[in-house]
């Protein structure tokens, strides 16, 4: 079975400069939608998708009607300020469409003089959450993060016994979710006492931290009763975006007990602004494989399609500012490096079992992956991990030192996918900073 098709081409440049440049991380091949508008004006937010260092205006070009069929009906689509009426059409509108972008923004394309004057400078632009999330639902599909915060608090047993055949989640909370930019207060709230039986502590978060993930964005639901089978999971879903899922460690310790995070989750999460198909990520595709010895999934969890393909090679990065290396004017600090790849359950499974019990999703539904650390020193994605729940501090290349986030401390998330032979594939940038309680 080939995901493949003329889209992905990798000797496809376009007439669009920036986008052929090495690195630029919006090539042809990439296409990724989002919402934008002239940064600082109150225009409505409009559907553009990403090429080179431009977006184009995809609800002004639908305007225009350049195209007929599937692809037509999908760009009519986009005259909506949010991207959830294209995801509800489906995987054969989505492709539709970008096959008509791939073609018009090719070198030579006749309809470059129409497409031309809707481009607008990526950096002149400002953008909103790109779909409205009905329902937010956060996974914890890293066993290198799972173990190494379990070990945390069961240094004996750190993987609990429902880890290898359940993919564990909870539901998270969409109204607080913001778009790259985002700036929220410290949280406020409970916190575990020190001596047993002691009242609780009660203010601002002295253990904020960030969670590396990928968004997993959902385009045609199901109904309510109906599952989605794994062979068929991968066609609803319409892309991945960045996500810093933040977190009150503290509050989070108090709380969680026995139903799980609730204020230490919700107060803001990040995503990046541009979602990246998951037909612009076939070409890093992998096999999903399960470490020898571990239980093989359920078959309800299980396809050949998923072991063959299942997984997808995604490079991901946390960076780091503070108000002192923002004011020295020093690079931000490299935190982590991980990949999407090392997750143990994959993309088609998360769809197949969140709605097994017949729940039903919707498009615009996001789902966090968790943490999304690594098995290697250097790819623990959270200061949790890092700090060693804040007992060993970290120092930043500037000097200061951190066991958990301080106000005005900024993180930035990157994610990549790159092969040799191929242009790199960007998801972007995603950051978010702190400011102080109030
Ligand atoms: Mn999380």
């Known amino acids: 079975m080939s995901h493949l098709n003329e889209t992905h081409d990798p000797s496809l440049k376009s007439w669009v400069s920036s986008a052929n440049e090495a690195d630029n991380g919006f090539p042809i091949q990439n296409l990724p939608y989002g919402v934008f508008r002239e940064k600082g004006s109150s225009e409505p937010f409009r559907i553009g998708v990403a090429i080179g260092n431009k977006v184009l205006d995809l609800t002004t070009l639908a305007g225009l009607q350049p195209w007929s069929g599937k692809a037509a009906e999908a760009l009519e689509a986009c005259k909506a300020g949010k991207l959830n009426t294209l995801m509800a059409l489906g995987s054969t509108h989505w492709s539709a469409l970008r096959l008509e972008l791939s073609r018009a923004?090719?070198?030579g394309s006749s309809l470059q003089a129409t497409l031309e004057p809707l481009l607008v400078e990526r950096s002149a632009v400002e953008h909103d959450v790109p779909a409205q999330i009905g329902d937010y639902t956060d996974f914890y599909i890293s066993i290198h993060h799972a173990t190494a915060v379990g070990k945390q608090f069961r240094p004996d047993n750190p993987l609990l016994p429902n880890y290898k055949w359940v993919p564990i989640g909870y539901h998270g909370r969409a109204s607080t979710i913001g778009v790259s930019g985002q700036?929220?207060?410290?949280?406020?709230g409970q916190t575990r006492p020190a001596g047993e039986g002691a009242a609780p502590n009660f203010g601002p978060c002295q253990r904020l931290d960030y969670e590396l993930e990928l968004g997993i964005f959902v385009g045609t639901g199901n109904a309510q009763g109906q599952r989605i089978d794994i062979d068929d999971a991968e066609s609803h879903v319409f892309g991945l975006c960045l996500l810093n899922d933040w977190s009150a460690r503290d509050i989070q310790a108090w709380e969680y007990q026995p139903l799980g995070p609730f204020l230490s989750k919700n107060f803001a999460s990040t995503i990046s602004p541009w979602i990246v198909t998951l037909e612009a990520l076939a070409p890093f595709r992998e096999p999903?494989?399960?470490?020898?010895?571990?239980?093989?999934?359920l078959p309800y969890l299980h396809s050949e399609a998923n072991s063959a393909a299942g997984a997808f090679g995604v490079?991901?990065?946390?960076?780091?500012?503070?108000?002192?290396?923002r004011r020295q004017g020093v690079e931000p600090a490299r935190l982590s490096t991980s990949n999407f790849r090392d997750a143990y359950w994959s993309v088609a499974q998360l769809l197949a079992h969140h709605t097994v019990n017949g729940c039903m999703l919707q498009p615009g539904d996001m789902l966090g992956t968790g943490t999304l650390s690594g098995p290697a020193e250097g790819a623990q994605a959270s200061l949790l991990e890092l700090t060693t729940n804040g007992q060993r501090p970290i120092t930043l290349p500037w000097g200061e030192q951190r066991t958990f986030l301080e106000d005005h401390d900024e993180i930035i998330l990157r994610a990549r996918c790159s092969k040799s032979g191929y242009p790199t594939i960007s998801l972007g940038e995603c950051a978010g900073t702190v400011l102080p309680a109030i």
């Open 183 to 188: 700036t929220f207060p410290r949280p406020v």
């Open 288 to 297: 999903f494989k399960r470490p020898e010895g571990d239980p093989q999934p």
């Open 315 to 325: 490079e991901l990065e946390v960076l780091m500012t503070t108000e002192q290396s």
């Open 105 to 107: 923004l090719r070198q």
